[in-house]
Nanobody, 122 residues
């Protein structure tokens, strides 16, 4: 069982920045992928960014490209999402996710989830 724990959410002013963290204890082996998703009120959950820890390759969606940065710490036990130029449209619950042995940009195949952290932009 993979345990994922997010932190770092909160309230941010429009145009501001935030950084989310996801602790991924021990989930560093094999060809797994890590990703961030978000779910805005009344909308379906959507993929935001993904990373392949083995190589560090990153993937972004149209909603995050150019404003968000996904990264890992040196021992790959913590994943981050740096978000810049935030707008109210970025208000959502943000989830950390993981998936074994899938293309990292296949956001429909992630099957391990954290509990989510709220980000509110106003």
């Amino acid at each position: 069982h993979v345990q994922l724990v997010e932190s770092g959410g909160g309230s941010v002013q429009t145009g501001g920045s935030a950084r989310l963290s996801c602790t991924t204890p021990g989930y560093t082996g094999g060809r797994h992928c890590m990703a961030w998703f978000r779910q805005a009120p009344g909308k379906e959950r959507e993929g935001v960014a993904a990373i392949l820890p083995r190589h560090g390759r990153t993937y972004y969606t149209d909603s995050s490209q150019g404003r968000f940065t996904i990264s890992l710490n040196d021992d790959k036990t913590e994943m981050y999402l740096r978000m810049d130029s935030l707008t109210p449209e970025d208000t959502a619950i943000y989830y950390c996710a993981a998936a074994p042995s899938v293309p990292c940009d296949r956001f429909d195949l992630y099957n391990y989830w954290g509990q989510g952290t709220q980000v509110t932009v106003s």
